[in-house]
């Protein structure tokens, strides 16, 4: 890819897209309904991506992926939108629906079947350590898949965080019992293994837990943050594990999609942010996954994949305009064995971040380098993405 015309053009969108975002007013959530009977707010969001790569697709993103391209390719598209609606019924039961699409219009990467459901999920909480969710929602695996898109460290996350055997994202439906004690949180999920109806004769069940515990500040809520911008000190440990028997799986290699097998996947992960002095503040992250696949049918390989990663973000102390700026960086690397064949993938990203009213209105930018092996393949990429929620 040529290197010096891509930053130079970044440049250009980055200037012009600064223009719109810092001119565009950025409020919380909108109350449309409060009373005796419970409260409704509704929350909008928006990411408009520009990205230049390479004519080579980045991997592990795709299970359909665009045809091959000639050229470098040159895209603006809409990454993600959301509507989410929280009906708060009674202090023990609150519904949520989150509607949207993701990557409307990219050359890069694959589009969401139309607007549709991403959440519908109601959570009772009887106390604060014993809640029940139940509805379509996000599997309880890795803290970067339980951060929104909307307010992930870089423009966006890990190669890592996508190997799940599923093209349905990062959700499923089902019903998972959780809570907060303290710094103590645990979350036991049994979902039915989407898509298994469309595509596989067998229908089997999927269990995942997550357990995690957290010093200095809890973090008891439903999702997370992928950096509080300089605002809490948090450090979390977290071990969790996912598996299904009967799985197929359309991300797998050519010849394999359509095999049955017993998944299993196990994780554990580390998150840190620290406030510093006169305004400076750090994040880091990092987690190290495996994964394992063993086939149905009789003399069929074991697939075993390993990946991990590592990312850190620095805040500046300095203000700049309206907002903050912060640097970011990470490693990432995943190794796949199948009997006498492995393959490896190397990721390099950094990017910096201007957050003009924390992750609801900011601007990130960054610049990664993939590299896969035994396929050859050498790519990079420039991303430029704006952020906009009320």
Known sequence: MDRTRGPRRASLLAAALLAV??????RAAVTLVEGEKGKLDLEVR???????????????????????QDENIEDFF?????????????????????????????????????????????????????????GQFKVPFLRQN??????????????????????????DQ???IWGSDGGFQYRVALFDGSDQEDTNTQSSLRGTTRVSWNWFTPEPGFGYTGTTIGETKVLQLAAQADAQNGRVDPRDDAGFATEARAYRAWAVEAYYDQPLGKRWAVTAEGAWLQRRDDYETAGLDTRSID??????????????????????????????ARGATDGSLRARTIGINWFAKGHDRKIQ????????????????????????AF
Not at 21 to 26: D, L, Q, R, Y
Not at 307 to 318: F, T, V
Request: glycine share 10%; charged share 20%; net charge neutral.
């Open 174 to 176: 089902g019903g998972m």
């Open 307 to 336: 990946g991990a990663y590592a990312q850190a973000g620095l805040l500046l102390p300095w203000q700049v305009g309206p907002g903050r700026l912060q640097v970011a960086g990470r490693w990432e690397e995943i190794e796949t």
């Open 78 to 134: 809409i990454r993600r939108a959301r509507l989410i609606l929280r009906a708060r019924l009674s202090p023990s039961l609150e519904i949520v629906f989150q509607l949207g699409q993701d990557n409307i219009g990219s050359k890069i990467l694959k589009d969401d079947a139309g607007f549709r459901f991403k959440d519908a999920v109601l959570n009772y909480k009887k106390t604060e350590a014993l809640q029940l969710a139940v």
């Open 21 to 26: 975002a810092a001119g565009t007013p950025a």
């Open 146 to 171: 339980l951060c929104s898109g909307f307010n992930q460290l870089l423009v966006d996350r890990s190669l890592v965080t996508a190997l799940r055997p599923a093209i349905e994202g990062s959700r």
């Open 365 to 388: 930018f960054d610049h990664g380098e993939v590299k896969e092996r035994p396929t050859d393949l050498d790519d990079n990429f420039y991303r430029l993405s704006v952020v906009v």
């Open 46 to 68: 928006l990411m408009a991506w520009a990205m230049m790569t390479g004519p080579d697709l980045i991997p592990g993103v795709n299970s359909t992926p665009p045809p091959a």
